[in-house]
């Protein structure tokens, strides 16, 4: 099984919120996964800020793939 992290968890992680004990259980037991939408808004942001080792730490999370059906999401 796999927890999908998502953006604000993230960003709550690094700030070393009050959950990151918890976030860092499941990064220990390889439980964590990500997809690239997530991905997508955290990598610019870490590498704007220069921080390049957890960019590469958090590209190598397990990546789920995306399924969008924009047929069902796009109304004409």
């Known amino acids: 099984m796999?927890?999908?992290?998502?953006?604000?968890v993230w960003?709550?992680?690094f700030g070393g919120g009050i959950n990151s004990k918890v976030l860092d259980s499941l990064i220990d037991e390889n439980l964590?996964?990500?997809?690239?939408l997530i991905l997508s808004e955290l990598l610019p942001i870490l590498?704007?800020?220069?921080?390049?080792?957890?960019?590469?730490?958090?590209?190598?999370v397990t990546r789920i793939p995306l399924e969008i059906?924009?047929?069902?999401i796009v109304q004409y």
Not at 2 to 8: D, G
Not at 32 to 36: A, E, H, I, L, Q
Not at 69 to 72: L, P, T
């Open 69 to 72: 059906n924009w047929q069902n």
């Open 47 to 60: 590498r704007h800020k220069g921080q390049y080792e957890i960019a590469e730490l958090l590209e190598q």
């Open 11 to 13: 960003i709550d992680y």
């Open 32 to 36: 964590v996964c990500t997809n690239d």
């Open 2 to 8: 796999n927890i999908l992290v998502e953006s604000s």
